[in-house]
């Protein structure tokens, strides 16, 4: 498995800001994978990082909203710009440590916005 | 697209029977099928996972069946305990390595002792 970590494990924001979720593992990964998780629900995967390309993303989700960084092997960040309250979720990272497919989460980061 | 359908939405069984969970999928070019527990708060955590050259494997009290004819697959818990109470997912991808998973929408299994 891969130890992957996730900044800030939770937040509380006020509609219209920003944040910015922060992962990092620990070891190299070709790609590393973002997913929401609205409550109660199942995930969502938001968009593909992968480095030295821009991120790829899924239908319904935009670069404007969720700006994704990958600046290193190791890490990445997702931003959620100009939030409101259907923002609420569990933001995920996944990676596929050993490009063999199995996909290890991260911890999660656990977003309400006012 | 991959469309991953997953039933029931809720099960309920007494300790020590057994549960079963079954997933569809769409995509023929699927060949990877793993299956995540989340407990209340935690992250999804993989369990077993099989792919489209194997039709059965199993580890301990949990095994997962495919038929790729019918594009379907599932999931069984044996000998079922409380802690296996959680949230199960399944999910499908064309496994190429670093490929996005599509997940089902989730199964709530309660054990009730």
């Known amino acids: 498995s891969a130890v992957i970590s996730q900044k800030p494990s939770r937040d509380i924001c006020q509609r219209g800001t920003s944040l910015t979720i922060q992962c990092q593992v620990d070891s190299q990964v070709t790609m590393m994978f973002w997913y929401r998780q609205q409550p109660g629900q199942s995930l969502t995967l938001i968009a593909t990082?992968?480095?030295?390309?821009?991120?790829?993303?899924e239908s319904g989700f935009v670069i404007d909203k969720f700006p994704i960084s990958r600046p290193n092997l190791t890490f990445s960040t997702l931003t959620v710009s100009n939030m409101s309250p259907e923002d609420s979720s569990i933001y995920l990272c996944?990676?596929?440590?050993?490009?063999?497919?199995?996909?290890?989460f991260g911890p999660g980061t656990r977003l309400t916005v006012l | 697209g991959e469309n991953v359908e997953q039933h029931p939405s809720t099960l309920s069984v007494q300790e020590g029977d057994s549960a079963v969970i079954k997933c569809t999928y769409s995509d023929s070019a699927s060949n990877y099928f793993p299956w995540y527990k989340q407990e209340l708060g935690k992250r999804p955590q993989l369990i077993i996972d099989?792919?489209?050259?194997?039709g059965e494997k199993k580890d301990q009290r949990i095994a997962v069946t495919l038929n790729k004819t019918a594009k379907h697959f599932s999931l069984h818990i044996t000998e079922t305990q409380p802690e296996d109470s959680a949230v199960y997912f399944c999910a499908a991808s064309r496994g190429s390595g670093n490929t996005p998973l599509v997940f089902g929408k989730g199964t709530r299994l309660s054990v009730i002792a």
């Open positions: 099989i792919r489209s050259n194997v």
């Open positions: 990082a992968n480095q030295g390309s821009e991120a790829t993303y």
């Open positions: 996944s990676v596929d440590r050993a490009s063999a497919d199995t996909q290890y």
